[in-house]
């Protein structure tokens, strides 16, 4: 069976098996692909000729080509996942990669908002306009939840109760997870739906809840771009995406003394190592606060 048979077989797997998304199976087929490339490059095409050495080689492949090692690490992991995969499935008689040690890749601080960058960012859609409207209620969602912007633009339209004040968001590994939602997000989602909603959908039926002009639901890539678009009119110079919004509510909320566990469950975080990054950012925010603020430090 040929190397590009058996990752189409591992990636059918995750699918099945492992309830893995569009996303991740698209990300783990583009590192695997380059696995192979490599492979084929040295000669290599079956799985029996696979050897450690191998696996190093071509870590130090990923370098050479400008990869980080954040990048290199996902890459690592797709491939140790594949080999995984062939020696359970009786594919392989040893797993090359069993003794390959991870890449670390380094955590940086996510960029957040300040307060009062939220509130212009908040303000900067036009909701005299439904698309305005429907702009203004996502920006408040985002920013009341930390949503992934594939969670925001995914919300059905009963996903959001209004009366008592939560959504439902299916995330990564299509885990369900039930996240509070603020009261100026509702009233800016109701306003929406009364006004924004139905002027958008000019008489046509969607089950999603943020529609494009013509009632096709809202693509990521139309988030981001209506969130650079505010961005700009907000006044707000450096480069921002959703995810700026996830960072900032999970900081924002931790200054004020959430606890770590409470906004991991909201993140819908699997491990609360993930999590923790957050705390370093408010640290260093407190460490700011003091330096400006206190007459010695």
Known sequence: MSLDTLVDEYLTALAAERGASRHT?????RDLR???DFLEGRGIGTVAAIRPAHL?????HLREEGLTERSAARALSAVRGWHRFLLAAGRAREDPAELIRRPRALRRLPGILSLAEVERLLGAPDTHRPAGLRNRAMLEVLYA????????????LGAVNLTAGFARAVGKGDRERVIPV???????????LERGRPALLKGRESPALFVGRRGAPLSRQACWALLKRCARQAGIGR??????LRHSF??????RGADLRAVQMMLGHADLGTTQIYTHVARAHLKA???????RA
């Open 145 to 156: 939840t930390g949503l992934r912007v594939s969670e925001l633009t995914g919300l059905a």
């Open 250 to 255: 999970a900081t924002h909320l931790l200054e």
């Open 289 to 295: 606060v003091h330096r400006r603020f206190h007459p």
């Open 25 to 29: 199976r698209d990300a783990y087929a």
């Open 56 to 60: 190093h080689a071509f870590l130090g």
């Open 34 to 36: 380059r696995y192979l």
């Open 182 to 192: 603020g009261r100026e997000a509702l009233r800016w989602l109701r306003e929406y």
């Open 239 to 244: 480069a921002i995406s959703p995810h700026t």
